[in-house]
């Protein structure tokens, strides 16, 4: 499969990074030599320096050629006419990086008109997944499959004797819960069960929500289940803006701090019912002033992930139920899970996870990204050719570093057991280290070629199939 991504920031990086690890095709375009420089230092692609809108460069990179082009650009508008002049020349299928709040009530529009197949608002997103959070009342945050059926929380275990230096397969309570992932100073390990957890170790747990809320009481896990009524977000981009529109329509009390005056004033003007404050938002005197110690939920939304997750920090001093820090910069991974806030979000590993859910295809329902895109989970609709179908899972000789950690069989979550069975049209949420999805692709491959297989196929460089 052969993917151009024009842009080469966060997010384009973040993508490539995670395409190499699928012997994906990959070529990199951004006209800032500099960035191509530090991109050349970093990962095995092929880049060019040159803007995405020049005609002959992508004739003479044979665009025609590709499977796939995705448009990452600071500017939107620049992003769909990539798009269009990528589809015109003959790419197969087209993506945009598209982040306005003007463009959100037209995207059909745009899509149609310019020739783009799946548009991507990252600031979007991760508000829709800060809202979820904080609306569902669930004490951690990390993920949810099968339409909130499996849940999956992380949490640090600390000094807890329950958990350190003992096996996984020893910890009393886990009955209807799955210990899936362990991330442990900055690496990520998909266990067996004869593991021992470490101090400082993060856990990943899976199982249905009742489950969950029961593991969670057992051990008296820290986080508070409390309906969130009132929210402070400091920042007025958009994610703030998306995110209180969110929670208003759930009847939550937003107050967003914003330092810059015009940013506060369009935010005034587009909000209503919604308190905009002209002002510091790192300021603890302001903070005071506007009851920050009454808020239900503290959201740390500014561009700098100092500053959030500074203030996210301060939030859970004065008290606050959920706080929450929006961050960017992969180098902070390893520090996160040692803080004391409620959820780190990472815009890049959301956006990156549903693009990689586009171009892998209607069977795949939701990727989430690990530790930086460490690991992933996936889920996927079993096809009766698969190979797996109908056998018991002790018996499958599953890749090292794999694990199926649920199966939802006729609407029933299931936590497998080695005599349980995969039947066809079960949806099965599988965990690997990213860099283990050959096998997991290998593992997979029905017989008959089919979903898996034309995935298979597509990291050797065919194209899209045209019904996809």
């Known amino acids: 499969m052969k993917v151009m991504i024009v842009g080469a920031g966060k997010l384009g990086y973040k993508l490539a990074e995670a395409m190499i690890l699928e012997e994906i095709d990959v070529t990199l375009i951004d006209d800032n030599a500099k960035v191509i420089e530090r991109v050349n230092q970093q990962l095995d692609v092929l880049t060019v320096v040159d803007s995405g809108i020049n005609i002959s460069m992508l004739k003479d990179l044979n665009?025609?050629?590709?499977?796939?082009?995705?448009?990452?650009?600071?500017?939107?508008?620049?992003?769909?006419?990539?798009?269009?002049?990528?589809?015109?020349?003959?790419?197969?299928?087209?993506?945009?990086?598209?982040?306005?709040?003007?463009?959100?009530?037209?995207?059909?529009?745009?899509?149609?008109?310019?020739?783009?197949?799946?548009?991507?608002?990252?600031?979007?997103?991760?508000?829709?997944?800060?809202?979820?959070?904080?609306?569902?009342?669930?004490?951690?945050?990390?993920?949810?499959?099968?339409?909130?059926?499996?849940k999956m929380i992380n949490f640090n275990v600390g000094h807890d004797p329950h958990f350190v230096g003992n096996r996984i397969m020893d910890i009393q309570g886990l009955e209807g819960v799955l210990i899936t992932a362990i991330s442990r100073e900055g690496q990520l390990i998909i266990p067996n069960g004869s593991i021992i957890l470490s101090?400082?170790?993060?856990?990943?747990?899976?199982?249905?929500?009742?489950?969950?809320?029961?593991?969670?009481?057992?051990?008296?896990?820290?986080?508070?289940?409390?309906?969130?009524?009132?929210?402070?977000?400091?920042?007025?981009?958009?994610?703030?803006?998306?995110?209180?529109?969110?929670?208003?329509?759930?009847?939550?009390?937003?107050?967003?701090?914003?330092?810059?005056?015009?940013?506060?004033?369009?935010?005034?003007?587009?909000?209503?019912?919604?308190?905009?404050?002209?002002?510091?938002?790192?300021?603890?005197?302001?903070?005071?002033?506007?009851?920050?110690?009454?808020?239900?939920?503290?959201?740390?939304?500014?561009?700098?992930?100092?500053?959030?997750?500074?203030?996210?920090?301060?939030?859970?001093?004065?008290?606050?139920?959920?706080?929450?820090?929006?961050?960017?910069?992969?180098?902070?991974?390893?520090?996160?899970?040692?803080?004391?806030?409620?959820?780190?979000?990472?815009?890049?590993?959301?956006?990156?996870?549903?693009?990689?859910?586009?171009?892998?295809g209607g069977k795949i329902l939701a990727v989430s990204l690990l530790l930086g895109g460490q690991g992933e989970v996936t889920e996927i609709i079993v096809t009766p050719d698969m190979p797996y179908v109908d056998k018991p899972i002790s018996s499958l000789n599953l890749p090292e570093r794999v694990i199926i950690g649920a199966i939802i069989q006729d609407g029933e979550v299931i936590i497998p057991k080695g005599n349980?069975?995969?039947?066809p049209y079960d949806r099965i949420i599988v965990f690997s280290l990213s860099e283990d999805f050959d096998s997991l692709k290998t593992f997979f491959k029905p017989s008959k070629g089919g979903f898996f297989g034309e995935i298979w196929n597509r990291s050797k460089g065919s194209r899209f199939n045209s019904n996809h």
């Open 199 to 360: 101090e400082g170790d993060v856990i990943h747990v899976l199982g249905k929500e009742e489950d969950i809320i029961r593991f969670n009481k057992k051990y008296k896990l820290r986080g508070k289940e409390r309906e969130i009524k009132s929210a402070m977000i400091l920042g007025g981009g958009n994610l703030s803006y998306y995110l209180a529109k969110e929670l208003r329509k759930a009847k939550v009390d937003v107050t967003i701090i914003e330092q810059d005056k015009a940013k506060a004033n369009r935010l005034a003007e587009k909000l209503k019912h919604v308190l905009i404050i002209n002002g510091d938002g790192t300021d603890v005197s302001l903070l005071e002033e506007e009851n920050i110690n009454e808020m239900d939920a503290f959201i740390g939304a500014t561009g700098f992930d100092e500053h959030n997750l500074l203030m996210a920090l301060m939030a859970k001093q004065y008290g606050i139920c959920k706080s929450i820090a929006k961050v960017s910069r992969p180098n902070y991974t390893k520090i996160i899970d040692k803080l004391d806030i409620d959820a780190a979000i990472n815009p890049m590993n959301i956006t990156a996870a549903n693009i990689l859910k586009f171009i892998r």
């Open 420 to 423: 349980d069975r995969i039947k």
């Open 63 to 150: 665009i025609n050629s590709f499977d796939l082009l995705i448009a990452t650009t600071e500017n939107d508008a620049t992003n769909a006419v990539i798009c269009a002049f990528a589809k015109k020349l003959g790419c197969m299928k087209t993506i945009a990086r598209i982040r306005n709040p003007e463009y959100t009530e037209q995207l059909d529009f745009v899509k149609s008109e310019m020739g783009i197949d799946f548009i991507i608002n990252p600031d979007f997103e991760t508000a829709h997944a800060i809202a979820k959070y904080l609306l569902r009342h669930v004490v951690y945050f990390s993920g949810e499959f099968a339409g909130g059926r499996a």
